[in-house]
């Protein structure tokens, strides 16, 4: 019950508002939770809760992370900021429910400025724990759904923009489109861009998943190492990220990118590749908000169609996006962050 809030003020952390260690030993609680900007609106960002080599790996994580949530709401037009905590999972034998207590406690003290969510390592009935001590937590049980069908109508916008700058129609019919990994968005995408006439290459390290792709919508289907290869139009990384690298952009088949996978550049000079090879490609945090909408769809209370226009707007985000990628001979990354910094009020 003793938990101690030490605020980091060092150049590392410079251009963040607040970045918080916070300590509990009777509970082997360790966390860091990071508020990047609060411009507009509280900031949003789930806790993470891993194993971590050290305190520094953690630091780094959530920084990285909490920068990203801002980039990701301004991108997606939300009225949230950007943050995000890590709990450093202690060595086994801790009580998870005091663990997450101390965090909700953490959580509490910084007053809603930040208002945390699941991430890897925490699930909704995690929430449930959190809520005990805070009231600045969402995606509890009964509030989130799967946001992955949103997800995926995010990335069908996204990927209707980069063939529209490429041909002036956003038809996706008979596109096709490799879909690398089948998992909750994966399918979710799978099925949408098939009733949208799309021609689907799908790939999973799990056969199983794929099969429960093919069985609905009879895509065929490659082995993981070949899906940069595959004869597709469209390449949708919807597995983990840096799937975008020295290696595998020399070899893409495909002349878009738009995918759900979060931190798809290995580096930002492989957006700069992109470009050179003349490969059209949707910034993953704009092409992914539809997840960032659909947490803000349950804390502002957004109706139906209040959350539909909002992701329908990854359409002209993208475009938006892609132009200013063309018009200053930018990477399409470059350029999504220009776009993101212009709204948050920064200089471009
Ligand atoms: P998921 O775990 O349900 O699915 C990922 C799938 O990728 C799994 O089926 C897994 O077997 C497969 N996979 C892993 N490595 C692979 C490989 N090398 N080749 C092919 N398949 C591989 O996750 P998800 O919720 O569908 O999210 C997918 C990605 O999108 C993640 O990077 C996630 O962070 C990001 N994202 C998800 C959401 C959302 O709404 N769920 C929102 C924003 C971003």
């Known amino acids: ?23 509990d030993p009777d509970a082997s609680y360790h966390g860091i939770l990071a508020v990047h900007n609060t411009q507009r609106g509280p900031a949003l960002g789930g806790t993470r809760l891993m194993r971590y080599a050290d305190g520094d790996a953690a630091l780094t994580d959530v920084l990285r992370l909490a920068r990203g949530m801002t980039y990701k709401c301004a ?9 995000k905590s890590v709990i450093l999972e202690p060595p086994s034998g801790y009580d998870r429910a005091a663990l997450l207590r101390a965090h909700g406690r ?5 007053n809603g400025r930040y208002i945390t969510s699941v991430d890897i390592g925490t699930g909704p009935v995690d929430m449930v724990t959190v809520r005990e001590t805070t009231t600045h937590v969402t995606g509890l049980p009964n509030e989130l759904n799967d946001p992955s ?5 995010g990335v069908v916008c996204a990927t209707q923009a980069a063939r529209y700058v490429r041909s002036g129609s956003r038809d996706l019919h008979g596109v096709r489109v490799a879909v690398q990994g089948c998992g909750h968005v994966g399918k979710a995408l799978a099925l949408q861009l098939h ?14 998943r794929v099969d429960a792709v093919v069985a609905e919508c009879g895509a065929e289907v490659c082995r993981p190492d070949e899906i940069y290869v595959a004869k597709a139009d469209v390449y ?3 597995a983990t990220g840096a799937t975008l690298n020295v290696q595998t952009i020399p070899r893409l088949h495909a002349s878009m990118v738009a995918g759900a996978a979060n931190n798809q550049l290995e580096t930002s ?7 050179a090879r003349g490969i059209t490609y949707v910034p993953d945090f704009i092409a992914n908000a539809g997840g960032a909408i659909y ?5 502002a209370g957004w109706t139906d169609a209040e959350t539909d226009a909002a992701v329908e707007s990854i359409f002209e985000s993208s475009v938006e996006v892609l132009r200013r990628a063309e018009r200053e001979g930018i990477s399409a990354q470059t350029a999504a962050e220009r776009v993101v910094e212009a709204r948050l009020g920064r200089s471009a």
């Open 1 to 23: 019950m003793s938990l101690q809030l030490t605020k980091l003020d060092s150049p590392r952390v410079a251009g963040y508002e607040e970045v918080w260690v916070a300590k």
């Open 75 to 83: 991108a997606a037009n939300i009225p949230l900021g950007g943050g």
């Open 106 to 110: 953490a959580v509490e003290s910084l």
């Open 149 to 153: 069908p949103v997800t995926a109508r």
């Open 195 to 208: 009733v949208l006439g799309a021609r689907l290459i799908v790939s999973d390290v799990s056969r199983e």
């Open 236 to 238: 949708a990384p919807c």
């Open 269 to 275: 000079a492989d957006g700069d590749a992109l470009r």
């Open 295 to 299: 947490l803000c769809r349950v804390l």
